[in-house]
Each structure stands twice: as structure tokens, then as C-alpha cells.
């Protein structure tokens, strides 16, 4: 660890040992980076419900991005969009966290059923105060969800609702025919029970899920799990974990409620200032020092994943609860002219590097990390999907969930890098980070990831138990630290084909670009 200017670093991340300081940022060549595989001693599987999702009512998220309604002029099928439906369909989205976040533990499942021109109109506080009207309810995202071919997490009230609440939402969902609730969810169009995989026992009870002292959400999380049954199959329930470095928490979450959870989320947004909410940073035209520190602030999420982990081995040795990193990505100033409750922003070279370090970490986390959902999904936060009436963009992180697609399920392969570093201002961070995994098929796959925004740095693979007589690949990069796609320019930043590796016996060689990720395929 290294505190610079009142921020602290994680300098050494997990078997990642900086060789060298880098010299004066220009011109200077960068030192090589040099990896080894490990191929002989295979790791934990990286689940596929890892590169899950988060849809809330919040914004355009819902409706516009996912939900126009069977009138809408828009092409959809039944009321969703078919455009988005086709583009995360080809991402294989694994899981859909919803209706929140913050709005969960305001919602009330009951006006979300049933014919829509009766449903109740609300005010929804938490996101620009305006009208909700509860078109997208529980068989809509259920719908969703059986669509995509994904499973289903749902967030249960805990902030504003009884255990009652919970226990009947989950029997509507889940409940096989003859039961009172089943009958209504058959006579609103599903007369099978639904599948629900995940169920949340609140949000952030330590904030907007009821500002709560951590004993006192144990105890409820113990009473809202004893209520929350699922109709049929095993159903994993998720508590309400902690915030960034909140380690108290989770210590007390893991010592009150551990025997009757499966899962604890935890929640951490990227966020280039990280002082003051109101003060975030812009996500286009920002300065070289908020890349550096936004980089900076993206791998403390080693150093939180790693902490919290610990804590949780003290009550669960065996690793049986799972860390759900449930709420994860960058947030910076809503983009100017939108409506700030609504957190608009543009998505970047940047935010790609974001996610691609990420992906990373959690795979070196596998045995613990066994779900996450990055916030959001479409037009919020660090979104997959921008859309604009009948337009649809697919933003550069949306093509970082493509390159990673053969990490779904796949078995991790433990890696040692000696990495050079990147200085900017007080940042020094290490440039590289790599993961790799064989997947089901036995192929393996190696994840590049250069931080680096100027220099191009030299890698070397040593690999170890790895057979390979070829390797090819994709590159994703830009122009500029904040190349983006827009409306008018959609495919601006895209992968395109990687050309500089090549296999010498059991050594892997490649030049990694500024600024870029870059996936590849070993046969």
C-alpha cells in the first residue's frame, strides 16, 4: 500500500510483482512485462453468473432501454425492445439483478401485477422524482429474463415492507399450481412457476435501504430469510453486504447471519474524484490525472475483495457464502443537459479498461467472487447499451463482456506477472493485468489488459501445463482516452483482430497497445 495526496493506492496487487519504476512519462520506451501460466495447477471455475447484470427503475434503464410497450413504432417482441434483446442475448448475460438497487426497497410487488392500465401510479424518490407506472412488473421482468436465457435475481423489500410481503412475492413467482397465488400468476399469463435463482434480503441497509446499524440488519436479514422460500428448487439467498472498505460490516453480517445466507453483496463504484459524490469527474474530455486516478481507484477492488474475504473465511472456512459483487462500475458526473437523477453518462475507451481490470480481479477471486452485476445495464451508469428512441449503441464495455464470453464457466489458471508501473502525478499503479482460464472445450484464453494510456508495453508468457501451436485474438483501443461510440458514430471503438503475438514453444509473446484490452485464444 502507498498513500499519495490522500489516496490510497493498492501498489502490489494478487501475484503481481511491479519489476521497476517506469521513467518520465514521453517518449521513454516502457520496461517488458513478463507473465507465467500456470496451466499444471488449475484453479477454482469462474461462474458465469459473474458477468451478470443490474437493471433498475432508475432513468432510461427500463423503460426506453428495455421496455417500449407492444405499441411502441420501436421493433419488439411483446413490449421488449428486440434490438437490445438480440445484443445481450450475444453477450450470453447470465443473470439480471432488479427492481433495484434503491428502488427496491420502496417497491411494492403487488402494483406491478396484473392488467397495466390499473397499476398504480407513483413517485419514484430516489430517481428524478417522477412518475412510475409500474408497467415493468414482476412477469415483465420475469419475461425478460426467460428471454435472454438468463436467471433471475430479485431484490426483496426489506426498507418499507414485512417479511409477509417477501414470502408472498416469492410464492407468486415460484409456487407450483393449486395455491391461491399460483392461480393469480396463471391468470396474469404464466401458469407455470417461475425460476428465481437469487433473491436479495434488502439493499445497502446500511444507506437507502434504511440507514441501519449493521447488528440490527443481521437480525433482520435472519428474519427475512426465514421467510423467503422458494415454490420449487433451491433458492440463494443474498444479504445485504458492504460498501467499499466497510469491513465491520461484514464481520458482523458474517458472525449474526452467516449460517443463513448464501451470498453477501458487495458494493463499489470507480469514481475518478472519490471526495465528494456531487463531485465525480466528467466522463468525456477529462484530464490525463483523473484516467490515472480512476485506474488507481479500480484496483482497491483487489484490496476490498481481498480484506473482505478474509473476513469471511474466519466464519466460513469452506468458502459456502458467496461475496456477490452485485453493484460494480464506474460513476462520474450525469452527462450535462439530462436530468441528474437519471445518471446518464457516456461510456468510454476508459470504461473499458475499467471493466477489463475488473473481470480480472474477480477471476483471481474465483473461489470466493461467484456473482457480480455491473450497474447498469442499459443507459445508466456503465451501461452495455445506449439507446435513444428507435437508435441503439453498443458501448466499448459492452465489447468488453464480448471478448470475455469464453470466461463463462471456465477454470481459472493461476498466473505470476512482473509488471512495470504507470506513473501519472501521484498515481503509480502496476500497467499490466492479465487472467487466464481454460474453458470447457479445453481451450485457454489469455486477457491483457494495458492501463497505460501513452506507451505500448512488450509481454512475455511463460507457459506452463499449456499446449498451443497457434494464438489469435482481438484488440480493443481508441484514439483518445475518451474514444467513445456515439449515435452517430456506433462503431468507433470495436474489437478488432490482434496481430501482434506469436508462439515460440512455451512462450507467448504479444505487444499489448496503449489503453487496451486484448483477449486471446490459444489452439
Request: hydrophobic fraction near 40%.
Amino acid at each position: 500500500m502507498i498513500q499519495r495526496a490522500g489516496i490510497t493506492l493498492s501498489i502490489v496487487a494478487f501475484a503481481m510483482t511491479p519489476v521497476a519504476a517506469m521513467a518520465a512519462q514521453g517518449d521513454a520506451p516502457a520496461p517488458r512485462a513478463s507473465a507465467t501460466i500456470h496451466g499444471d495447477r488449475p484453479g477454482p471455475v469462474m461462474q458465469r453468473q459473474v458477468f451478470g447484470q443490474f437493471a433498475e427503475h432508475l432513468g432510461h434503464g427500463i423503460y426506453d432501454g428495455i421496455w417500449v410497450g407492444e405499441r411502441s413504432s420501436i421493433p419488439n417482441d411483446r413490449g421488449y425492445r428486440r434490438d437490445v434483446l438480440e445484443a445481450l442475448r450475444a453477450i450470453k448475460v447470465p443473470m439480471v439483478r432488479w427492481p433495484g438497487g434503491c428502488f427496491a426497497d420502496e417497491y411494492h410487488w403487488r402494483d406491478g401485477i396484473g392488467p397495466r392500465a390499473k397499476r398504480p401510479v407513483k413517485i419514484n424518490t430516489n430517481w428524478g422524482g417522477v412518475n412510475e407506472d409500474n408497467a415493468f412488473g414482476t412477469d415483465e421482468f420475469m419475461g425478460f429474463v426467460e428471454r435472454l436465457g438468463a436467471e433471475a435475481y430479485v431484490s426483496a423489500n426489506v426498507g418499507s415492507a414485512p417479511p409477509a410481503e417477501t414470502a408472498q412475492w416469492l410464492e407468486y413467482m415460484t409456487s407450483p399450481n393449486g395455491s391461491t397465488l399460483a392461480k393469480e400468476r396463471a391468470a396474469n399469463g404464466h401458469p407455470a412457476p417461475y425460476k428465481v435463482q437469487y433473491v436479495g434480503i434488502g439493499n445497502e441497509l446500511w444507506g437507502c435501504g434504511g440507514n441501519m446499524r449493521a447488528e440490527y440488519a443481521a437480525d433482520l436479514t435472519n428474519r427475512y430469510a426465514q421467510f423467503a422460500k422458494s415454490g420449487g428448487g433451491k433458492m440463494l439467498k443474498i444479504a445485504s453486504g458492504p460498501s467499499d472498505a466497510n469491513y465491520g460490516w461484514t464481520e458482523t453480517m458474517m458472525r449474526l447471519t452467516g449460517k443463513n445466507i448464501d451470498g453477501l453483496a458487495l458494493h463499489y463504484y470507480t469514481r475518478p474524484r472519490d471526495k465528494e459524490w456531487n463531485d465525480k469527474g466528467a466522463a468525456l474530455g477529462f484530464p490525463v490525472r483523473e484516467w490515472a486516478s480512476t485506474m488507481a481507484h479500480t484496483l482497491q477492488m483487489e484490496e476490498f475483495i481481498t480484506k473482505h474475504s478474509a473476513i469471511m473465511d474466519k466464519y466460513d472456512p469452506a468458502k459456502r457464502v458467496m461475496l456477490a459483487v452485485d453493484e460494480w462500475g464506474t460513476w462520474y458526473d450525469p452527462a450535462p443537459g439530462s436530468n441528474p437523477g437519471f445518471l446518464v453518462q457516456q461510456n468510454s475507451v476508459r470504461d473499458a479498461v475499467v471493466a477489463g481490470l475488473n473481470l480480472n480481479i474477480f477471476a483471481r477471486h474465483a473461489d470466493r467472487v461467484k456473482m457480480a452485476a455491473i450497474a447498469q445495464m442499459v443507459n445508466v451508469l456503465q451501461a452495455m447499451l445506449l439507446t435513444d428512441g428507435p437508435r441503439m449503441v453498443k458501448t466499448p464495455t459492452y465489447w468488453v463482456f464480448d471478448l470475455y464470453k469464453p470466461w463463462q464457466d471456465a477454470t481459472v489458471l493461476p498466473i505470476d506477472v512482473q509488471s512495470p508501473w504507470y506513473h501519472q502525478d501521484e498515481v503509480a499503479v502496476p500497467a499490466i493485468s492479465v487472467s487466464a482460464v481454460r474453458d470447457r472445450a479445453g481451450q485457454v484464453h489469455v486477457a491483457l489488459v494495458n492501463l497505460d494510456p501513452s506507451r505500448a508495453i512488450p509481454l512475455s508468457v511463460a507457459l506452463n501445463g499449456v499446449t498451443a501451436s497457434t494464438v489469435s485474438g482481438r484488440v480493443l483501443t481508441g484514439a483518445t482516452m475518451d474514444a467513445h461510440n456515439s449515435f452517430e458514430q456506433p462503431d468507433a471503438v470495436k474489437p478488432q483482430p490482434f496481430t501482434a503475438a506469436a508462439l515460440s514453444g512455451n512462450t507467448l509473446s504479444a505487444t499489448i497497445p496503449p489503453m487496451a484490452v486484448v483477449v486471446l485464444e490459444l489452439r
